[in-house]
Structures are given as structure tokens and as C-alpha cells.
């Protein structure tokens, strides 16, 4: 068929599977276990109350939600972009930076989703390996590039590197856009953002998905200097000016709003504990398992082979992760759920293990 000889081929980006059913433990996917902030659940009910809103095209702007993330960030609304989710904030900011002949540059082990968005619209890409830890060696990004893409932490490895060498990173590329996809980095680590003052070409991502728990509600943001900025939006207006339902806005711009502020942090507060109690416990289970700076845990056995404990957790049903690429193929990525959803974690893995 000749026709195939003309269309736009890609090896697409798999997610997580999304179960459905009842006692259905699911690790799988980094999700949040706590509901989203009460300012959520009111904003909901006012949209459930206005369903004649749906007759208008959205604010193509955003502005309700720019404006919220503008307070609660102290950041200027020029310097945010937002999208749905910050999967399209990415593929937008792909699309918009990455424009050269040289390859964009991002580890071998990170979020698959950037090598297919880089086959997606052709861009050259070289991938540079982590080194034999999982961390990351900021001397490896000091060569020539068309652009470089960090997750900070990173995933699925849940390290952190210090903010300092993603400055110095930063620092030795001006001729190249940096992008900082900080999806987990409310659950550790220091933002960059405070650097898009000083760095033209820094972009900083982040997504209300996994620390505000709104992966359903699809708000991702993006920010950057002025001008970066406003070369996004040139493409993204270029392409579909109202990607974000005006719900996702309104629900969007309560979730960032301050008074939600104290919830929020609460419930990374929980998490955080949760993960630690999570890593001692499996550490005394024999599971090598790397000092996470996210709600997940990156984790192998080492007399145990992952793909069994994933297969026989599975029959369990509780779903984690595991990846069937290169280097990783021996370990498990494990959301961190609520305390309760743990213990039959560990339960059920006492039992896989023989412990
Ligand atoms: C989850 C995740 C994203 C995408 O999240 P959205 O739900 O699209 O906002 C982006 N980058 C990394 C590293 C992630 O883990």
C-alpha cells in the first residue's frame, strides 16, 4: 500500500496501565493517593453549576490560571505558559526550541516520552548515559547540543541532582535552551525556577499531576523568561489556541490558589514520610533501593528477578512499574501510596519473597 510509504511513523510513548475494577492497588503510575485541595472540590461543584460555559470557546490565555500561578509563584504572568498537563507543555517546548541541526541532549535512563517526541518531529537527539549509580555527570552536558532536557529529580531513577550543577549546566550553554522538567520536585530538591531571572534560555516545567493530585484534571505549566515564553505561544497559537477546557482552568486556578496552600503541602508532607518508612522497610526486605527525592522508589533485588516480583504482585493486583529497557530491566519503579496501601505491598512481597 503506497500510501503508507507518506505518512508520519512513530514508536509511540506507552504508558502505565490504568486498571479498572474494585481492590485495585495501583502503584503504577506516580497518581497522588490523596484527593486534591478542598478549593478543587468547590471549583468542581461551580462548574457543574455553569454548564452553559461549554457553548464558549475557553480563554485561550488562561488567564484565571496564569494569574493564580502568578501569586502563588510571585512570578510574572508573562514568564508562564500553561497546558494540558505538562506532557503538552513538553511537546510544545520540543516543537518551539528544538529547531537545530545539532542533537538535543538527555540522559539514556529519564522519561521515555522525550525520545518519542524527538523521533516525533525529527530532532536530533544524543542520548548521554547516566553513569553506573543512575546519577547524572553535569560534565557530560558540556558539549556541543541543540538544546538539553533534564528531569529533576530524574525518573525513573528518583534522584536528585544539586541545583547547582544544573546551574552550571545552564550556565555553560547559552546558546542552547535548557529545559528543567521538575514533575517531582515539590517531593525534594530545590527548583530552578528563582534562575529564569538570571538564564534567558531556562525553561523550568512542572505539573500539577503528581504533588497536587489533579493527573485527571490535566495542568501542566511551564516558565521561563518573557521571550522564551512568548516564542511558545507563537507555536502553541499556531497549532490550537484552546487546548485547556475552561474546567481544567477553573479547577486549575483553584488548586494553585493560596489559600490551598497549607493542604498541599500537607499532603507532600505525608508522602514524604510515607516513602521514607517505605524505603527502610524494603531495604530490611533485601531490595537495594536508591535515596528517592520523589513519590516513587526506584528498587531491585538481588535474588529476585523484577519481572517475577512484578508479574506475581500483578496476580495480587497491586501494579508497579517495570521497564524492559536496557540497564533497568532488573528494577521496579513503586509509586508511594498511603500508609494502608503499603502494608500490602509489603505483605504481598513478604510472600513473593518467602520471607
Ligand atoms: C508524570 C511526568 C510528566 C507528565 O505529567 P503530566 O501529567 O502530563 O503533567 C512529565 N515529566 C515527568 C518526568 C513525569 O514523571
Redesign the pocket.
Known sequence: MSWENNIRKVVPYVPGEQPVGEDIIKLNT?ENPYPPAPGVEAALREVADEYAIMRKYPDPDAGLLTHALSDFYGVPEESIFVGV???DV?AMSFMTFFDSDKPVLFADIT?SFYEVWADLFRIPHKLIPLRGDFSIDPESYMQLNGGIVI?NPN?PTSLYLDVSDIERIIAANPDSVVIV?E??IDFGGTSALPMIDKYDNLLVVQ?F??SRSM?GA?V?VAFGSPKLIAYLKDVKFSFNSYTMSQDAIRIGAAAASLSDRDYFEDVVRRIIATRDDATARLRAMGFKVIDSSTNFLFVTHPGHRASDIFEALRERRIYVRYFNKPRIDDHLRITVGTPEEMESLYTALADILGA
Open positions: 506516580n498537563g505538562s506532557d513538553l522519561y528531569a525518573a522538567d514533575a517531582y505539573t499531576s503528581k493527573a490535566r501542566g
